[in-house]
């Protein structure tokens, strides 16, 4: 029996650069469901069409991205949300997670990097290409240090690099530690945090600014 084909919403207000995206999408097997040009139309489409991922410019007439998110979240649509946008912006990146999306990239990245990016948002984990991850990480080391849960050392360690995007095994190496202790160090975390999965720690992570860089 065939696989169901992931689905997924465009929006993005400039034609050449939706239709580059669904030619991109349809190219690895998604089922582009529908592409539209404004943060309202994007609204409507995603309350009917309930995809499985919405791909989603910022900066878009009727409703800006964000307006987007908000509202998705409010209404309790599970769509994964990749941001795709010009803007390499810390702080648009930051608002971007706290509200709800699972990857966050810019427009000149490879197509290949999108396809990634989508694919690790379904697995439920978070994606920052590498410019973003930097400018998102100068942020929370300004605000470094907050008081919150109290967190060891060797856990704020794990945390930085599980905010960067690294994998279990790539965190141990990194830390000279087993990939068993790593995922005790996160588990451990999610307990303290009151999260229950990896894309819920790295947005409690940002906004709470618990790592520097």
Known sequence: MTARQTTVLIADDHAIVMEGLVALLKEHD??????VGD???LLEAARR????????DLSMPALSGLDVLGKLKDERIDSKVVVLTMHNDGE????????GASAFLLKE?????LVSAIRQALQGRVYLTAAVTRAVMERMADGAGRPGP???PRQLDVLRLV????????????????????ETHKYEMMQVLGVHSTAELVRYAI???LVGD
């Open 39 to 41: 943060g309202q139309k």
């Open 163 to 182: 905010v960067k995007g690294q994998r279990m095994k790539e965190i141990a190496a990194a830390l000279q530690l087993s990939t068993r202790t790593v």
């Open 109 to 113: 990245s490879a197509g290949e990097e």
């Open 150 to 152: 109290e967190l060891t």
């Open 92 to 99: 648009r990146a930051s608002q971007a997670l706290k509200a």
């Open 207 to 209: 906004e709470q600014r």
């Open 30 to 35: 998604f089922d582009v469901v529908g592409a």
């Open 49 to 56: 069409l309930k995809p499985d991922v919405i791909v989603t």
